[in-house]
C-alpha cells in the first residue's frame, strides 16, 4: 500500500509542475503588453517601465518563471492591480465559497444517482431502467445556466419560496445563507445526477455479468444480498472515478453558476478579473483551480484501492 501512495504521490509531481508552467505561460503569452493593458491606453511610457519593473516583465523568461515559482512556494501571488490586496487570501476565501457549494452538491447528487443508477442496471430493460435512462439523457442534455434560470423564475419569482440572486455567508447567517445555496445546489444536483445514473449504470451491468455473481446467485443468496452485498462495491470503483472528475471539473468551471446566482465564488472572481484585466488575479485564479483539479483527482487516486483492492496488487 505505502508504495501505491508514493507512486501516485511521484506520478502528481510532474503534472504539478506541468501545470505551473501553463500557468506561468498563458499570462505571459497573451497578445501585447500586460503591464500596458493593465495600466489602460491613457497611460504614461514612464508608469509601464514601472509596472513591468513591479512585475518582473524586464527580465528575461526563464528568470521571470524562477521568481514568480519561488514566489508561488513561498505562498505570494502577488497583488491585485484593482484593489491591491494580496491575491492569495482573496483567491482562498472565494475559492471557500465555490467549494461550499460544489461539495454539497456533488455529495447530494451521488446519494441520489449511484442507488439509481445501480437499481436500473437491476432492472435492466423495466420500465424503472428505461425512465431512469431516459431523465439521466434529459438531465444531460439541458445546460446549466438555462436550468438555473428556470429555476430562478419558478422558485424564486413565481412561487417566490427562495432568494433570486445575491448570497448570504453561513458563517453569519445559517438559515439564510442555506436559502441562497439551494438553487445553485439543486441546478448542479439535477445536472451531475444524469452523468452518475449512466456511469453507475454500466458498470454495474458489467459487473452483474461477472462469474461470481452467478456463483452468488446459485449459492441461494437474495438478488437483493448479490446486488449490495458482492455487486455494488466492485462497481461502484469506476463511478467513484467519475465523481472525482466531476468534483474537479466543477471546482474550476463554476463561473456559469455564480454568475447566473450572482455568487462571490471564484469563478465569479475570475470572471471579474478578466474583464478587470487583473492579471495577477487571474494568474492565481488558474493555478489554484489546476491544483485543485490534480489534488482532487489524487485523493480519488489514494481511495480507489479501497473500492478495488487488485489496483494495489498491480
Not at 234 to 260: D, K, R, S, Y
Request: charged share 15%; glycine share 8%; hydrophobic share 60%.
Amino acid at each position: 500500500m505505502l508504495r501505491f501512495i508514493l507512486s501516485r504521490l511521484m506520478m502528481a509531481l510532474p503534472t504539478i509542475v506541468l501545470v505551473s508552467i501553463t500557468v506561468f505561460a498563458l499570462i505571459r503569452f497573451i497578445p501585447g503588453d500586460p503591464a500596458a493593458l493593465m495600466l489602460g491606453d491613457m497611460a504614461q511610457p514612464e508608469q509601464i517601465a514601472q509596472m513591468r519593473t513591479e512585475l518582473g516583465l524586464d527580465k528575461s523568461m526563464p528568470q521571470q518563471f524562477v521568481i514568480w515559482a519561488g514566489n508561488v512556494l513561498q505562498g505570494d501571488l502577488g497583488k491585485s492591480i484593482v484593489n491591491d490586496e494580496p491575491v492569495l487570501p482573496l483567491v482562498v476565501s472565494r475559492f471557500a465559497v465555490s467549494a461550499e457549494i460544489v461539495l454539497v452538491a456533488v455529495l447530494l447528487a451521488s446519494l441520489i444517482a449511484v442507488p439509481a443508477g445501480v437499481i436500473a442496471a437491476w432492472r435492466q430493460n423495466s420500465v424503472i431502467d428505461l425512465a431512469l435512462v431516459g431523465t439521466a439523457t434529459v438531465l444531460l442534455s439541458i445546460p446549466t445556466f438555462w436550468l438555473g434560470l428556470l429555476l430562478l423564475l419558478f422558485f424564486g419569482l413565481k412561487l417566490g419560496w427562495l432568494p433570486v440572486l445575491g448570497y448570504v455567508s453561513i458563517g453569519d447567517n445559517v438559515v439564510g445563507g442555506l436559502l441562497y445555496l439551494v438553487l445553485p445546489v439543486m441546478t448542479l444536483v439535477i445536472h451531475e445526477a444524469g452523468v452518475l445514473i449512466r456511469m453507475a449504470r454500466a458498470s454495474t451491468l458489467e459487473v452483474l455479468r461477472l462469474d461470481y455473481i452467478t456463483h452468488a446467485r446459485a449459492k441461494g443468496l437474495s438478488e437483493s444480498a448479490v446486488l449490495w452485498r458482492h455487486a455494488f462495491k466492485n462497481a461502484f470503483g469506476p463511478t467513484w472515478t467519475m465523481i472525482g472528475l466531476i468534483l474537479g471539473n466543477l471546482l474550476g468551471g463554476i463561473a456559469v453558476i455564480e454568475t447566473v446566482f450572482t455568487i462571490p465564488g471564484l469563478g465569479r472572481l475570475m470572471v471579474d478579473a478578466i474583464f478587470a484585466r487583473d492579471y495577477p488575479v487571474i494568474q492565481g485564479c488558474l493555478l489554484f483551480v489546476a491544483l485543485s483539479y490534480v489534488l482532487v483527482n489524487l485523493i480519488v487516486d489514494l481511495l480507489y484501492p479501497l473500492f478495488d483492492p487488485r489496483v494495489v496488487a498491480e
